[in-house]
């Protein structure tokens, strides 16, 4: 409990500080209540901070009534601590003003934080809410009515600020996206091959005395044929990749191989994630 309200603290402010240096000087408004409250800054001159616990506390409210008050907890203190590491860091000078280093530095930072409260099982409300309750009443997949609310923010940034500015906080979007997953989901990618082979069974004790790896037999069947036959399966890091098919090139060089990325591994032999 008490490391995922540390999470969720240290995520919040990161999230605050790239607001603050990268998004809001440039104009970045890509998508959320933290894109609406550049637009009402601009519009109005109200500090963001104020725009921004304006609008997560209805939405706070309106989820405890309509999602359940397990889940709109979850979201309580990031809808609150957000705004509040916002206004306590409005005075942070920006180091830049290029929009386009704005938008992927901003767009990191904010992902690096939202990857942090996500790892802390948290959110930080917002428009992220009113995705969920247009979720549950209306049937819409999570991820479309997400884009949908981000698309509009960033279209009405189009409006008030310009359509290049809308341009550039497409790209911090995009970035702070693939942030997440590299906070989530860690920098090192595993590979996970499968091995196709008349000889699984002395391939598979090559791996396992040469590689020092573990693996599974799949039972598996011919399209064509019909025949049963294994399918060896096999997670190896990366340095591992070029050993591994020189070793089943040396017991069988017909065999088939396929080899593809695995975000996260768990289990004995790789690092864990969580």
């Not at 990191?108 to 934080?113: A, D, E, L, R, S």
């Not at 970035?175 to 997440?180: D, G, H, L, R, W």
Request: charged share 10%; with cysteine.
């Amino acid at each position: 409990m008490f490391i995922n309200l540390f999470l969720l603290m240290l995520g919040s402010f990161v999230i605050a500080v790239s607001f603050n240096l990268f998004l809001l000087p440039g104009g970045i408004a890509s998508g959320g209540v933290s894109g609406i409250s550049i637009l009402v800054q601009r519009v109005t001159g109200i500090p963001p901070a104020y725009t921004q616990w304006a609008l997560n506390i209805p939405l706070f409210i309106a989820g405890l009534m309509m999602l359940g008050r397990r889940f709109a907890l979850q979201t309580a203190i990031g809808s609150i601590l957000l705004p509040l590491f916002v206004l306590l860091t409005a005075d942070w000078p920006s180091p830049t003003h290029n929009a386009l280093l704005a938008a992927i530095y901003g767009g990191i930072g904010v992902g690096i934080g939202l990857g942090l409260v996500f790892r802390g099982r948290g959110s930080t409300g917002g428009l992220d809410l009113a995705a969920q309750i247009l979720h549950k009443y209306t049937g819409l997949r999570l991820g479309l009515a997400i884009a949908c609310f981000d698309g509009l923010v960033i279209a009405a940034a189009g409006f008030i600020i310009s359509p290049e500015n809308a341009l550039y906080a497409l790209i911090g979007l995009f970035v702070t996206s693939k942030t997440i997953d590299v906070v989530q989901t860690g920098l090192l990618v595993s590979k996970v091959a499968f091995i196709i082979s008349d000889k699984a069974d002395l391939i598979s004790t090559t791996v396992l005395n040469d590689l020092d790896r573990g693996l599974t037999k799949l039972d598996a069947h011919g399209g064509y044929t019909g025949e049963a036959r294994s399918v060896l399966m096999v997670v190896v890091g990366q340095n591992e990749v070029s050993k591994l098919k020189l070793l089943v090139k040396s017991v069988d060089p017909a065999a088939f191989v396929i080899i593809s990325d695995t975000a996260e591994v768990l289990g004995e032999g790789f690092k864990h994630t969580e």
